[in-house]
């Protein structure tokens, strides 16, 4: 399990929505949603 950053929900690595690669690591979303706001924004979430 990982969590996602921008909404602290645990997603399944392969259930996944969407990643995101970010400086060297793997960033995994609930949703497009999330994943979208973290690309804007991600200094915010890491
Ligand atoms: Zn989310």
Request: aromatic residues 10%.
């Amino acid at each position: 399990m990982a969590k996602d950053p921008v909404c602290n929900m645990m997603v399944e690595e392969g259930d996944a929505v969407a990643t995101v690669d970010h400086d060297g690591s793997t960033y995994y979303f609930c949703s497009k949603d999330c994943a979208e706001e973290f690309e804007e924004n991600p200094e915010d979430y890491t």
